[in-house]
């Protein structure tokens, strides 16, 4: 099956600052979706993006579905931002819907 | 977006019972998943629930053990059978194809999930 995998494992920053995570896929992809979970478990959708690139407010998201990366962007972090951040895909062909997860980037904000 | 509810949101169970988990939309969708967070991991798919047929379940997953009901398209349980320690996780459903407006056709949801965690 399709491979995902997220870097870095683990982010410390300091509010204000900038930060990139990374997803690589193995395969052609039909969804790309990026998650932040909160600490109670939810699973908040940041950003349908199978390719091309989309923002909201300080967070933005870019895929290159044929070098099969995509990297999401967070500008001016705060505290809030923490969480867990999952990149999950949906293989090409006839996966009808499966995502596949990658192991998360754990984010921590500092004040 | 959908508005998708959990039932329970939380349940602290014997080992060698079963735990029904419910989970419920807000309008009528497509596809209804159901996944496994164990802890500190991802997310990993247990199976699709079908609307009138037997679930599609995952390598590694079973019926007799997570047994799955979608009697219409706005419901759907997982009953977690024969419950071990190994079993306590976070149990989350998931949907996807609800229209209307500008949500994308593809774009799955998460619901609240059920935290499990087996004596």
């Known amino acids: 099956g399709i491979q995902v995998e997220q870097s870095p494992p683990d982010l410390i920053l300091q509010e204000g600052a900038n930060s990139t995570l990374r997803c690589n896929f193995s395969d052609s992809v039909n969804n790309l979706q990026w998650f932040h979970q909160n600490p109670w478990g939810q699973l908040i959708n940041l950003f349908y993006?199978?390719?091309g690139t989309k923002q909201n407010g300080r967070l933005s998201a870019t895929t290159v579905a044929t070098e099969r990366y995509s990297l999401l962007y967070i500008s001016s972090s705060q505290t809030t931002d923490s969480g867990v951040y999952f990149c999950a895909v949906e293989a090409g062909g006839t996966s009808y819907g499966k995502l596949t997860f990658g192991q998360g980037t754990i984010l921590t904000v500092h004040p | 977006s959908a508005v998708i509810s959990q039932k329970p949101s939380r349940d602290i169970c014997q080992r060698g019972t079963s735990l029904t988990i419910q989970c419920q939309v807000d309008?009528?969708?497509?596809?209804m998943f159901w996944y496994r967070q164990q802890p500190g991991q991802s997310l990993t798919l247990i199976a699709t629930?079908?609307?009138?047929?037997?679930?599609?379940?995952e390598s590694g997953f079973v019926i007799d053990k997570f047994p799955i009901s979608r009697p219409n398209l706005t419901f759907s349980t997982l009953t977690v059978s024969n419950m071990s320690p190994e079993d306590s996780s976070i149990y989350l459903c998931?949907?996807?194809?609800f229209g209307g407006g500008t949500t994308t056709y593809n774009e799955q949801f998460f619901g609240p999930g059920t935290r499990l965690t087996v004596l």
């Open positions: 309008s009528q969708v497509t596809m």
């Open positions: 629930a079908n609307q009138g047929s037997e679930a599609t379940y």
């Open positions: 993006i199978p390719s």
């Open positions: 998931s949907v996807e194809g």
